[in-house]
């Protein structure tokens, strides 16, 4: 809460800037609303990141006697310097915008722009140590998701899917089909879900591509085998749970019982992991983040057209789906099958 107070006061404070604290009554509660909607400008888990961030910059900052509001580039140099060998370059990338916003946010100039010297050649030399290749996590690929699925926990009894089993056939199914982030996947309710004969249109509320909200229409077709039918799974789960509102993924305790509350998109990482380790995978190269990226690249070594891909993973930006591509086509037009080995 505090964070979030002082991140309010820093945007009233910038607003109401230049005008000698004689703001009318009205033109103060003016104010107040745009530092409310400047707070709502981005996600929960975006401003939560960056709070985490913003600490941990000014935990340093104090421990070695420097200034962190405003901060000077040659601080920020220092701070990256400390930690270059221990975080990933998504994550210090991460630290460095988490800076930048707060700076912005109270009024000063960021000092930690990549593009501006000497921290340009800095945060290039740390990039080029690290190799500058990212830690992308591996893609889950549809045999590999009927591995998965078909290595799910059985009652001892009966033979037959646990209660949570039939959860996180779902949720698999569901996430590697709708090429669904994590977050997307925890936070569907059940009006967002539409039976045709078709197969299920999923309505996207929200995402981190769409802050705003615009939502978008997923269209999931049933599956040729009954046991690996996207469709049929989340049909399966929704009447089992007996759930017609509210979360449709939700918490399951220790004893079956179906909670209230949706399942979180750190619980649904854990579920991905603990799926490949029952089905023989290693779990430490694989995320929550794996369904999506199995998703564009199987669609890829179908040979399906990026613009088909990127309509449905709702990707802005072509560079990251040409990567996907690029890892579903690689034996596709490979040489070495003519060599005779």
């Not at 505090?2 to 109401?16: D, G, K, Q, T």
């Not at 705003?212 to 799974?233: D, E, I, K, M």
Request: proline share 4%.
């Amino acid at each position: 809460m505090l964070e979030l107070y002082a991140f309010s006061h820093s945007v009233m404070a910038n607003i109401s800037k230049g005008y000698n604290n004689d703001l009318t009554p009205q033109l103060r509660v003016n104010a107040e609303r745009a530092a409310s909607y400047a707070q709502q400008a981005r996600s929960e888990n975006t401003k939560k990141s960056y709070q985490s961030d913003w600490a941990h910059f000014t935990a340093w900052c104090t421990d070695h006697d420097l200034v962190s509001m405003p901060a000077t580039m040659q601080t920020v140099i220092l701070y990256i310097t400390e930690f270059a060998d221990t975080f990933k370059i998504s994550t210090l990338e991460r630290r460095l915008a988490s800076i930048s916003q707060a700076h912005k946010t109270s009024g000063h100039d960021s000092p930690a722009l990549v593009s501006r010297e000497p921290l340009h050649s800095v945060w290039s030399g740390i990039v080029r140590s690290k190799s500058a290749r990212r830690d992308k996590v591996a893609p889950v690929l549809t045999e590999d998701i009927k591995l998965m699925v078909s290595h799910l926990e059985l009652d001892a009894v009966s033979g037959e899917l646990t209660i949570r089993s039939i959860r996180d056939r779902a949720i698999l199914l569901v996430g590697y089909a709708g090429a669904l982030r994590r977050s997307e996947i925890a936070n569907l309710i059940a009006s967002d879900l539409q039976y045709t004969p078709e197969g299920l249109k999923i309505l996207i509320r929200k995402s981190k591509t769409d802050q705003v909200g615009s939502g978008q229409v997923l269209g999931l077709t049933y599956g040729a085998h009954p046991s690996t039918c996207p469709v049929r799974a989340i049909r399966s789960w929704t009447k089992v749970a007996q759930i017609f509102e509210g979360p449709v993924f939700r918490a399951i305790d220790r004893h079956g019982n179906i909670k209230d509350k949706a399942i979180t998109g750190h619980s649904i990482a854990l579920i991905i992991k603990k799926a490949c380790l029952r089905a023989g995978l290693p779990p430490e190269i694989y995320s929550g983040h794996s369904l999506r990226a199995g998703f564009a690249t199987q669609a890829a070594k179908a040979g399906k057209p990026e613009r088909i891909i990127m309509k449905h993973t709702r990707h802005k930006s072509e560079k990251m789906v040409r990567e996907y591509i690029r890892d579903g086509e690689l034996f596709n037009d490979s040489p070495t099958d003519a060599l005779g080995l």
